[in-house]
């Protein structure tokens, strides 16, 4: 049981970071877009 639950919790974190790396990139995106109209 207990290395079941802690396969559940690996997938979690693992998840959690693939979120948080998608978001990292777009918010950064994001930033770029607003830097483009400045610059140019």
């Known amino acids: ?3 079941l ?3 559940q919790h690996s997938e979690l974190v ?3 970071l ?3 790396r ?3 990139r777009k918010a950064r ?3 770029a ?3 483009t109209p ?3």
Request: charged share 20%; with cysteine.
């Open 29 to 31: 995106h994001r930033d």
């Open 38 to 40: 400045a610059t140019q």
């Open 1 to 3: 049981m207990p290395i």
């Open 22 to 24: 998608y978001l990292t």
């Open 5 to 7: 639950r802690h396969q």
């Open 18 to 20: 693939v979120i948080l």
């Open 14 to 16: 693992h998840c959690l």
């Open 33 to 35: 877009d607003l830097e």
